[in-house]
């Protein structure tokens, strides 16, 4: 049998590679990995903060929709605060999972 348009598999869609929003000077952006879904930017941007000025905070979200992939970046605004965020937070289990915080150098 022939196949038509109508019975082939819907084409997935690609995914979007995640940037954040500002551009940072080296060494201040800082990876978190292994958030809760439920975790917002706010709650982020508020445990970071007491570790130095946080500028930016980009949550990734599934495309099209505001559910969290369980990933963020955190852009401090110098390199000595993301290195501190790193040494404080890494491995901390603020909402009950550890989170991973590493110097992200992109």
């Not at 941007?45 to 992939?69: C, I, N, P, Q, Y």
């Not at 404080?88 to 110097?103: M, Q, S, Y």
Request: hydrophobic residues 35%; proline residues 8%; aromatic residues 6%.
């Amino acid at each position: 049998t022939m196949e038509t348009e109508d019975s082939a598999p819907p084409a997935s869609r690609p995914e979007r590679p995640f940037k954040p929003r500002m551009t940072a000077k080296p060494g201040c952006q800082v990876f978190v990995k292994n958030l809760d879904k439920a975790t917002g930017e706010p709650e982020l941007r508020d445990l970071f903060a007491r570790h130095g000025t946080v500028l930016d905070v980009e949550m990734a979200t599934e495309e099209g929709a505001s559910v969290a992939k369980g990933y963020a970046i955190v852009l401090m605004s110098s390199a000595k605060e993301a290195k501190q965020c790193v040494k404080a937070l890494n491995f901390t289990k603020p909402w009950g999972r550890a989170l991973i915080v590493e110097r992200d150098e992109t």
